[in-house]
Nanobody
Framework: EGQLVESGGGVVQPGGSLNLTCTTS????????MSWVRQAPGKGMEWLTG????????YYANSVKGRFTTSRDDANNTVSLQMNNLKPEDTAMYYC?????????????????????WGQGTQVTVSS
């Protein structure tokens, strides 16, 4: 059973940066596409980014394009999300997720069954 653990969340001022890391185990990391999803209070889950299993293609939601960058480290079975120029509307719980079959591109509706494995989430709060 795959396990994903997010880290790196916290409180940051508007315009600041954070780097989230998702550490994985229990599955063959190089065979899975990895995604980041967030959920703000009172809202549904929002797909943010996806990167394919080879790390050759990454995709971004319009809301974060140009500010967020995802990358993967196959040697350490981790995926990262570098977040720059953070805004108050970026405040949410951030989750990483893994899928063996689902393409890593845009997902309009994210549910618990969209991906094979999920992390427990890390909180990001952007506030002055």
């Amino acid at each position: 059973e795959g396990q994903l653990v997010e880290s790196g969340g916290g409180v940051v001022q508007p315009g600041g940066s954070l780097n989230l890391t998702c550490t994985t185990s229990g599955f063959t990391f190089t065979k899975f596409a990895m995604s980041w999803v967030r959920q703000a209070p009172g809202k549904g889950m929002e797909w943010l980014t996806g990167i394919n299993s080879r790390g050759s293609s990454a995709y971004y939601a319009n809301s974060v394009k140009g500010r967020f960058t995802t990358s993967r480290d196959d040697a350490n079975n981790t995926v990262s999300l570098q977040m720059n120029n953070l805004k108050p509307e970026d405040t949410a719980m951030y989750y990483c997720a893994a899928s063996a079959y689902r393409a890593p591109g845009f997902c309009s509706v994210v549910s618990e069954t969209t991906y094979d494995y999920w992390g427990q989430g890390t909180q990001v709060t952007v506030s002055s």
